[in-house]
C-alpha cells in the first residue's frame, strides 16, 4: 500500500531507451514515466488516468474497505474493470487491494497505448512496470546504496512481454511494508498481480532464513513466472530469469 508522500524517482535518471519517446505524467499521487516507440497523446494518458483513479476513488466511496483492507475484499460483480482486478490479485497474494493499484494503473494505461498503435510500451509507476517490447531490455533492479548489487539488471526478452515487473522494499521508500527485504521483484503476466505478491512476499522476509520460504509461496500463485530477492548480500531467485550488468 502506497502512502501520498513524494520520493523524487531518481532512477529514472538511468533510463537509456534512446530509441523510444518519453513522458512523465503526475496526476496527484500518480507519477509515472511512459515510453513509447510513437509520439505520447499527454491529452489523451491524463484523460485515461483520471478516468482509473476516479473507478478507484468512486469505489471506495461505496466501501472504505478497499482502500484501507490489509487483506482481500469482495467487490461487487458491477464493479469496474480496474478495481475487480485489484481485487483479484490482492485474494491471490492475500493482501489489500490498494497493493495492486501502482501495477494495475500502469498496465490498464499500458494497454491502451497498445490498442492506440502503440507496438512498444513502458510504463513505470513507483517503481512498478508494464512492459511490452520488440526488441530486448534491460531492466535495472535497484536495492539500495550496496556496491555488490550495483548495476544489476533483468535481461527481459520481447517473447516475454507483455510482463509486469513490480518491486516492494521494506528499507527503501515509503510504501507500507512488514518485512525487511531490500528488493523483492515479481514477474508476473499481470502487473496488478506482480504488484500485489511483491508486497506479500516482501512482508514474509525479516531474516536471510525467509528467503526460500518467501519464494515457496510466490511459486504456488498462478500468474508468477519469476521471482528475485534480495537482502543484505544475499540473492535468492527462482523461475524464468537472465540477468545481465548495466
Not at 495492486?100 to 510504463?123: H, M, P, T, Y
Amino acid at each position: 500500500m502506497k502512502t501520498s508522500k513524494y520520493q523524487r524517482r531518481f532512477y529514472r535518471d538511468w533510463v537509456a531507451e534512446k530509441d523510444l519517446y518519453s513522458l512523465r505524467i503526475q496526476d496527484r499521487e500518480s507519477d509515472l514515466f511512459i515510453l513509447c516507440d510513437r509520439p505520447i497523446d499527454q491529452g489523451f494518458i491524463k484523460d485515461r488516468l483520471r478516468s482509473y483513479r476516479f473507478d478507484i476513488e468512486r469505489y471506495i466511496d461505496k466501501d472504505r474497505r478497499f482502500l484501507t483492507s490489509l487483506k482481500p475484499v469482495p467487490v461487487e460483480l458491477a464493479a469496474p474493470e480496474i478495481v475487480r482486478e485489484m481485487a483479484d490479485a490482492a485474494k491471490k497474494a492475500n493482501v489489500g487491494p490498494m497493493a495492486a493499484v501502482a501495477g494495475a494503473i500502469a498496465e490498464f494505461l499500458g494497454r491502451d497505448l497498445l490498442k492506440n498503435s502503440c507496438r512498444q510500451v513502458i510504463i513505470e509507476n513507483g517503481g512498478d512496470i508494464f512492459l511490452k517490447s520488440t526488441k530486448v531490455r534491460n531492466i535495472g533492479i535497484y536495492s539500495g546504496k550496496s556496491r555488490l548489487w550495483k548495476g544489476l539488471c533483468l535481461k527481459i526478452r520481447p517473447k516475454d512481454t507483455p510482463l509486469g515487473i513490480c518491486t516492494s522494499s521494506g528499507t527503501i521508500g515509503h510504501s507500507l511494508s512488514f518485512g525487511q527485504a531490500d528488493s523483492a521483484v515479481l514477474l508476473c503476466r499481470k502487473a496488478s498481480l506482480a504488484d500485489a505478491v511483491a508486497t506479500a512476499v516482501c512482508n514474509r522476509i525479516c531474516g536471510k532464513k525467509d528467503l526460500q520460504e518467501a519464494i515457496e509461496f510466490a511459486k504456488k500463485v498462478k500468474g508468477v513466472v519469476g521471482i528475485i530477492l534480495i537482502f543484505k548480500n544475499t540473492l535468492a531467485s527462482w523461475g524464468k530469469i537472465e540477468f545481465s550488468r548495466r
